[in-house]
């Protein structure tokens, strides 16, 4: 067997992510920048002869995969990404149901709350059926995303109140309103939520999952991305988490978990982890099939929590986020500036958004269509 015992010590401050650079031109040389380190660590580190291939082939193939869609030969570039994709799915690290899945700590096959938010400019309630994606109505309104494309829209949940937050801007609070979903977990997820400090995870460094893990990290790594640059229509970095989407939905997963890129640090996201659904339109139906596997409740606008009294706000429930044996921490490497995401009003929100959720377990799966 391979001598694996090299990942102990395979971390490196500067491949922590999520990366930020100035200009969309900038996007390729970073990462090729990037996956050079990755493979130099690797190999200082004395990573195995099979290791260093998989580092080089993958990174060699996103690379090429960008350089290709950059000269317009489009469907190329997604058949790579597709492939590589694919080259992961023996593995339950890469695809598993939801439920049971590695991007989501806490014990197996145990409910993971999630959460989905909109804004307003007041403190309303939306009911269940607006939280949903957009309706085939309003296809001409779907956007450009990191997971999808106009037109084909995906149903984007964060694992807290404070996931949400984030990734809609980090809003006033009287504009956030946040409804409490529960998935019926069996659907087929890839997990994109890999870091390089994440080694601990590999069960007893197999080499098999330890593969697997170095094949995700270089497709988290191509996906990591935040440009700077304002006023841009195209964005590079969202060239090859739209081709795994789109890889993904052609076998047969339902969706992409991945840590938010709106954290200081990935160490930070494990309070920020989210999925997106794919939630294609049929011709015939309003609505993706993905919302008939969905509970959801009508939404509450945090501020107006904020408002009530302490007998009303101080709720239990088991979250799924509070019960991982790993330390849930949000905000910035300064001691000062970590928080623990147990001791946040963001963790009481989610408590009381699904402890008010009455009569859950009676709830019709699809029930916002009703």
């Not at 990755?38 to 082939?57: P, Q």
């Not at 270089?218 to 739209?242: H, N």
């Amino acid at each position: 067997m391979a001598k694996l015992d090299w990942v102990e010590n395979f971390i490196t401050k500067e491949l922590y992510a999520p990366y930020v650079v100035a200009w969309d031109e900038d996007y390729y040389k970073d990462l090729n920048a990037k996956y050079k380190l990755l493979y130099d660590t690797a190999k200082m580190a004395g990573a195995d002869e099979e290791s260093l291939k998989i580092i080089k082939k993958y990174s060699d193939k996103v690379k090429e995969s960008l350089r290709l869609y950059y000269d317009g030969s489009i469907s190329k570039a997604h058949t790579i990404i597709r492939n590589l994709v694919k080259g992961c799915e023996n593995d339950s690290l890469a695809v598993s149901t939801i439920t049971n899945s590695e991007a989501f700590p806490g014990i197996k096959g145990t409910e993971i709350q999630f959460f989905r938010a909109r804004l307003s400019d007041d403190a309303k309630a939306y009911k269940a059926k607006e939280m949903l994606h957009l309706p085939l109505s309003m296809r001409g309104k779907t956007g450009n995303y990191r997971f999808s494309i106009p037109g084909i829209p995906s149903l984007y949940l964060g694992n807290s109140s404070y996931a949400c937050w984030i990734e809609l801007g980090c809003p006033p609070e009287y504009k956030l309103n946040v409804a409490p979903v529960v998935l019926e977990g069996n659907q087929k997820i890839f997990n994109l939520a890999v870091m390089s400090r994440n080694w601990w995870k590999l069960d007893e460094l197999e080499a098999a999952k330890v593969h697997c893990w170095l094949k995700l990290l270089i497709l988290m790594m191509a996906t990591s991305y935040t440009i700077e640059e304002s006023g841009r229509i195209f964005k590079s970095e969202y060239i090859v988490s739209q081709s795994i989407m789109l890889a993904c939905k052609e076998l047969g997963y339902d969706g992409v978990a991945y840590f938010s890129k709106r954290v200081s640090d990935e160490i930070f996201a494990y309070a920020a982890i989210n999925l997106a659904l794919f939630a294609p339109y049929q011709s015939n139906k309003k609505y993706s099939t993905v919302c008939e596997h969905i509970k959801i409740d009508d939404s509450f606008n945090y501020s107006m929590y904020k408002q009530l009294g302490r007998i009303n706000r101080d709720c239990t429930y088991d979250l799924r986020l509070l019960r991982t044996g790993i330390i849930t921490n949000i905000g910035e490497y300064r001691e000062d500036r970590q928080f623990q995401y147990a001791m946040t009003e963001f963790c009481a929100f989610d408590k009381f958004l699904f402890s008010t959720w009455k009569q859950k377990e009676e709830i019709e799966w699809g029930n916002a269509l009703k």
